[in-house]
């Protein structure tokens, strides 16, 4: 992605970022930027240059509320984005896209869904105590979101993946874990933990003590709140995150097949060029 194309994504993306802010402050639901956009605010005092999307996170009784409130009030210009709202999406993040953009990812180019710049909701959930049935639940979220983007890989893991999208490609273990068997395990109500990131090297595990009530900090010339030891929620995701990486990844993780900041997108519409 152009370093232009990554400007005007970030733009519409401060865009959703604030209309979500101005819906949280006043209905008093709590969030965090999370992610590199917690690394970003903390860091640049912004966007990571190169970073062209934007994460906050949520407990789960506040994700619930906003979407509740969400679709109780439907912002004008706005979709929230979940598979419940937009059938073909799949994804288990949800997401608040912009009416009238486009920002598509190349793997999902052919599905009839709404593909706006976006907005990423991650959810903090409870933190399972047993470690076993932690890591089961961990694993399970894992191989159903890798079913659902047909995620592929080398040697070892490529095989396990082989066998797991085929397994879990329907959603059914999914669907049965985290709705009649993860509610009744016991929980670890000092911690907490992002399901939808985990991986074999992230266990996506935080101390609920690290977030607190969240304090402003400026991002993008506003102000927008942060977990309140930022320090510590950083550390666990980057480890020595003040380190800038090497400049050959200083790159944009999305290499879109098609943008937009005015029109919508359709598969096998006639794009031409990004605009």
Not at 130 to 148: C, E, P, T
Not at 244 to 256: A, V
């Amino acid at each position: 992605m152009t370093e232009d194309i990554t400007r005007a994504v970030q733009k519409q993306g401060l865009d959703i970022l604030s209309k979500i802010d101005e819906v949280c402050t006043r209905h008093e639901i709590p969030y965090y930027l999370f992610y590199g956009t917690e690394l970003g605010a903390v860091r640049h005092q912004g966007f990571i240059p190169w970073d062209d999307d934007i994460d906050i996170i949520l407990y789960r009784k506040d994700f619930d509320r906003l979407k509740s409130v969400w679709q109780e009030e439907k912002p004008e210009g706005y979709f929230y984005q979940d598979y419940r709202t937009d059938p073909n999406y799949r994804l288990k993040i949800t997401k608040i896209r912009k009416d009238h953009t486009a920002l598509v990812e190349t793997a999902f180019k052919d599905v009839d869904m709404h593909h706006g710049v976006w907005v990423d909701l991650f959810v903090l959930d409870d933190y399972v105590k047993n470690g076993f049935l932690r890591k089961i639940s961990q694993l399970i979220f894992m191989f159903d979101s890798n079913a659902v983007r047909n995620h592929k890989d080398v040697g070892i893991r490529g095989a396990l993946y082989g066998v797991t999208n085929r397994i879990f490609k329907n959603g059914k273990i999914f669907q049965w874990w985290f709705e009649k068997i993860f509610p009744k395990l016991k929980k670890d109500e000092t911690m907490c933990c992002d399901l939808t990131n985990f991986t074999f090297s992230f266990d996506g595990e935080f101390k609920r003590e690290w977030f607190g009530k969240g304090k402003r900090v400026p991002f993008e010339g506003k102000l927008f709140p942060i977990p309140e030891n930022s320090h510590e929620t950083l550390r666990v995701s980057y480890g020595d995150y003040q380190k800038l990486p090497p400049e050959e990844q200083r790159i944009s993780q999305h290499n879109p097949y098609y943008y937009s900041t005015r029109n919508d997108y359709h598969p096998g519409m006639d794009i031409g060029g990004s605009e």
